[in-house]
């Protein structure tokens, strides 16, 4: 059984300037090649048979297929058994329109020799759309571009990884020398302290958030029509408030507008009000435009990246020890539900994977990705995925190491040596990631290559500068720090 994906090039029938529209099609290359280009393309009217399923000749009127792309609906019979038929019937065509998701064609070809007409199968929405876009009277043709070497939306990708990996780090390494210049006294410094520990993953900590990562994944998989709007309001939530203290950084910084309002004993700064309403604006708008796949992307990756820096900034791990646990764990978890979990589902394929692309067909995505349209055309854009994507996870992870490791820097002051040198290892894991990526043609668990190159990194500059014990245990060196 081979499955290919493929496109349908439909345009309107009528105009000086037609309109066209290309969709997903699924076909079988063992019974029929398509071409690769639209050169010299030979198209067909579509008739629209979709009120029947064409298991029987006497369903349609005569002659109503002579010489045109038929579509009819699943069911009932196999594809093979409709294909004789329209055949039979005169069609050069057939398109079978499903309701569900589009999956693999297979049937018993042998015993269908003289069957020689293209088959594909189509989503009935999309057959619905035809008709509203281009309208009663369309022509369509089949073929199946090769898939791009590189999708250079992956370069977006890649920046806005590493700016938001970085620009985290570095934030972390700011708050870090404000409080230690602030720790004057040891009733300052205690406050501070104790301020840290909520905010602190320890050994045992990091092993609890694996766990419930795991849990969640699992539950997302069984549950996910339930739980997916529970992830999109804890988003929403969660964004607006990332947002929120990124700008309000930002505004901190600027001298002006700075008038203050008093309300319930409380005062605070206008400015920040409007900004507060700002920032759940946009929340709502991208909760309510998010399938909206022309623009809600860039709204958010604004709101992820958002989120990721005020996460990477405000979490902290206490020594390398702890980011050794944390990556080593989600390293061992990313593999195991990419890789491991098709050989356990009923359909083979990975959990990690369906929770994703949204199991069994569903239109709602968790919105725990950064996303860009993809730049090369291909069916892979239409069938699949039209974005490319990188989870929150792959930036939060090994930003945490990067955090840790510009707070190091600012605790020792070496010269933001661990910082510059982790957040290349993240640029190179990256880079590796796309590589191998372009050469499986499969999506990859980005933690894979990511985790190896901070940690292996960040261990040899403290193993080279002879500070391992110091960078490990992450805690004893602290006190001493003196502005």
Known sequence: VAADEGILHASSGGGVSPVTKDYCIIYNSNWVSLPKTLDNATYWSLENLTSTVLCSSSEVPSG?????????????????????????????????????????????????????????????????????????EVNVTLYSPPLPEFDYSMVVIFLIAVFTVALGGYWSGVAELENLKAAASPGERETRRKKEENVTFTPVTVILFVVICCV????????????????????????????YNCLAALIGEIPIGQCRVTCCNKTVEVRLIFLAVFCIAAAVVWAVFRNEDRWAWILQDILGVAFCLNFIKTLKMPNFKSCVILLGLLLLYDVFFVFITPFITK????????????????????????????LEHSASTLCDLPFSLLGFGDIIVPGLLV???????????????????????????????????????????????????????????????KEMKKFWKGSSYQVGWMP
């Open 64 to 136: 109503v297929m002579k010489d045109k792309a038929v579509v009819v609906m699943r069911g009932n019979c196999t594809f093979l058994e409709k294909a004789r038929i329209a055949q039979s019937l005169g069609a050069k065509m057939l398109l079978i329109a499903s309701k569900s998701r589009l999956s693999a064609i297979s049937d018993n070809k042998t015993d269908f020799e003289d069957v020689t007409l293209p088959v594909a199968l189509i989503r009935y929405n999309d057959i619905v759309d035809m008709q509203l876009v281009l309208g009663n």
């Open 216 to 243: 969640m994944l699992v539950l997302l998989y069984f549950f996910y029509k339930w739980l997916v709007y529970v992830i999109i309001s804890v988003f929403c939530l969660a964004s607006a408030m990332s947002l």
């Open 347 to 374: 359909n083979g394929a990975s959990i990690m994977v369906e929770v994703a692309a949204g199991p069994f067909g569903n239109s709602e995505k968790l919105p725990v990705v950064i996303r860009v349209p993809r």
């Open 403 to 465: 955090a840790y490791c510009r707070r190091f820097d600012v605790q020792t002051r070496s010269s933001s040596v661990y910082y510059i040198s982790c957040t290349i290892a993240y640029a190179v894991g990256m880079v590796l990631t796309f590589v191998v990526l372009a050469l499986m043609k499969m999506g990859q668990p980005a933690l894979l290559y990511l985790v190896p190159c901070t940690l292996i990194t960040s261990s040899l500059v403290a193993w080279r500068r």
